[in-house]
């Protein structure tokens, strides 16, 4: 049976779900960061997944990766599976800016995060529903 790591249930805010994958949001105010994690028992890397499955990953994170661009006016968007510090498969998707505090180096390692005050959640939370729209399920 599919659990979420500890580690991204500690870190992350639930926004729903999509056909294949929780979506989650990183409970750091510093950039908008979803992170999608296929709801498959020991995985750990995408090629893993069976090909309808990578496919699916695919299509959700290319949708995810676009309404987040889109939303946010990101001038670029970071989009990686690491799997360093958490064995199960998932995927972060950032959106950064030129001037965001670690442009253009990556986000990892750098300061600390600074959680979703219960407004600013509520906000985000309200605008991410929104344009995730209906590919929630």
Excluded at 63 to 83: E, H, P, Q, R
Aim: aromatic residues 8%; glycine residues 4%.
């Amino acid at each position: 049976m599919f659990a979420l790591h500890p580690q991204l249930k500690q870190d992350t805010i639930h926004i729903g779900e999509f056909e294949l994958c929780n979506v989650l949001l990183m409970n750091d105010v510093r950039y908008p960061w979803i992170i999608l994690v296929p709801k498959r028992e020991n995985k750990t890397e995408i090629y893993q997944l069976t090909e309808s499955e990578q496919q699916r990953l695919l299509n959700e994170s290319s949708f995810l990766s676009d309404a987040m661009s889109t939303l946010f006016s990101a001038d670029k968007m970071n989009i990686a599976a690491l799997g360093n510090m958490v064995e199960q498969l998932h995927i972060h998707h950032i959106a950064r800016f030129k001037t965001d505090a670690t442009w253009p180096k990556p986000v990892w390692g750098v300061g600390q995060a600074e959680p979703y005050s219960e407004i600013a959640k509520k906000a985000m939370m309200s605008q991410l529903t929104h344009a995730l729209g209906d590919y929630l399920i």
